[in-house]
């Protein structure tokens, strides 16, 4: 069974926004640090955004800081992406660490959803 299931995606032209969800099903959560992830075609997987399991610390890249925003409440997580670029393009997935700290490296991962894809158009 999938453990994370991302929704949300779709296409939207620059400077559109869209609201990625994730949910966990069999899957604790709650008490773990949380990211979004995204891989264009032909790159490395990247982190956007990373948050504390209490919600109160996030961390961004420079790439995405200021447009996009990470969230959570109970077994759902959110990404908030406005101000979109046709670089923003790639599938996301959200994943759950076991470390204890922000972080916005995939190794410091160990589950993921099967991702979600976005596209926007210029």
């Known amino acids: 069974a999938q453990v994370l299931m991302e929704s949300g995606g779709g296409s939207v032209q620059a400077g559109g926004s869209l609201k990625l969800s994730c949910v966990a099903s069999?899957?604790?959560?709650?008490?773990?640090?949380m990211g979004w992830f995204r891989q264009a075609a032909g790159k490395e997987r990247e982190g956007v955004a990373s948050?504390?399991?209490?919600?109160?610390w996030t961390r961004y890249p420079d790439s995405v800081r200021g447009r996009f925003t990470i969230s959570r409440d109970g077994t759902n997580v959110y990404l908030q992406m406005n101000s979109l670029i046709p670089e923003d393009t790639a599938v996301y997935f959200c994943a759950r660490s076991p470390v204890k700290y922000l972080s916005l490296k995939p190794g410091d991962y160990n589950y993921w959803g099967r991702g979600t894809q976005v596209t926007v158009s210029s």
């Open positions: 948050i504390s399991p209490s919600g109160d």
């Open positions: 069999e899957l604790t959560v709650s008490s773990n640090y």
